[in-house]
T-cell receptor, first 113, second 115 residues
C-alpha cells in the first residue's frame, strides 16, 4: 500500500519568515495530494490540494509543489503569521478513491511573534 | 448546514466494553470514512463507505464494525474495547464531482480512552 513520509516533525519560525514542509510517497499511482491544517481540539481542514497533472499551485500565502518523478511534494507558507501555528498533514490517494487518504505523520508548526 | 457531527466528544471505556461512535453529515455526501489519530502517526483509515449499503475496510479495520443504512449516518462500533484502541477518532465525508472526489470534510473528533 501507499506510504507517506513527512518532515520535519516540528518547525519553529519567526513571524514573517517562510515555512516549508516536505512529503514523499511510495505509490506511483497516487494522483491526489491534499494538505490539511489541524488546530488544537479540532478536525483537520483542507488548506490546499494538488493533482498529478499540475506541478505547482498557489493560494495567497500558501503554495504546493509536486515532483512526480521523485515522488515528493512540498507545502510552502510565506509571510508566516501567529495564526499559522498548527499541525499540518500531507496526504496522498489514487484515482477516484480520494476518500482513501494515506496521511503523513504531521508537522507541528510554531510561529513566534 | 451543520457539516459533519460526531458524538460523543469524549468517552472512557473499560476493556471489553462495547460502544458506538456516531457520525452524521447533512451535506448529502455519498462518501464517508472513519480515521483514527494516534500521536506521531497522522490519521489512519479504519473503514469507509462509497454509498448507503456499501462499506469496505481501510488500513486498520480490526476490532471495528461499520454499517451505512442511510446517506447521512455512518456509525463506528467497537466490539470489545482494548487499550490499543485509545485514540482520537475522526469521521469525514466527501462527494464526487466532475473532477473526481472532492475535499474531505472532517468532524470535530471523539477522544476515546480505554482503561
Amino acid at each position: 500500500g501507499e506510504n507517506v513520509e513527512q518532515h520535519p516533525s516540528t518547525l519553529s519560525v519567526q513571524e514573517g519568515d517562510s515555512a516549508v514542509i516536505k512529503c514523499t510517497y511510495s505509490d506511483s499511482a497516487s494522483n491526489y495530494f491534499p494538505w490539511y491544517k489541524q488546530e488544537l481540539g479540532k478536525g483537520p481542514q483542507l488548506i490546499i490540494d494538488i493533482r498529478s497533472n499540475v506541478g505547482e499551485k498557489k493560494d495567497q500565502r500558501i503554495a504546493v509543489t509536486l515532483n512526480k518523478t521523485a515522488k515528493h511534494f512540498s507545502l510552502h507558507i510565506t509571510e508566516t503569521q501567529p495564526e499559522d501555528s498548527a499541525v499540518y498533514f500531507c496526504a496522498a490517494s489514487r484515482g477516484a478513491a480520494g476518500n482513501k487518504l494515506t496521511f503523513g505523520g504531521g508537522t507541528r508548526v510554531l510561529v513566534k511573534p | 448546514n451543520a457539516g459533519v457531527t460526531q458524538t460523543p466528544k469524549f468517552q472512557v471505556l473499560k476493556t471489553g466494553q462495547s460502544m458506538t461512535l456516531q457520525c452524521a453529515q447533512d451535506m448529502n455526501h455519498e462518501y464517508m470514512s472513519w480515521y483514527r489519530q494516534d500521536p506521531g502517526m497522522g490519521l489512519r483509515l479504519i473503514h469507509y463507505s462509497v454509498g448507503a449499503g456499501i462499506t469496505d475496510q481501510g488500513e486498520v479495520p480490526n476490532g471495528y464494525n461499520v454499517s451505512r443504512s442511510t446517506t447521512e449516518d455512518f456509525p463506528l462500533r467497537l466490539l470489545s474495547a482494548a487499550p490499543s484502541q485509545t485514540s482520537v477518532y475522526f469521521c469525514a465525508s466527501s462527494y464526487s464531482g466532475a473532477r473526481g472526489l472532492r475535499e474531505q470534510y472532517f468532524g470535530p473528533g471523539t477522544r476515546l480512552t480505554v482503561t
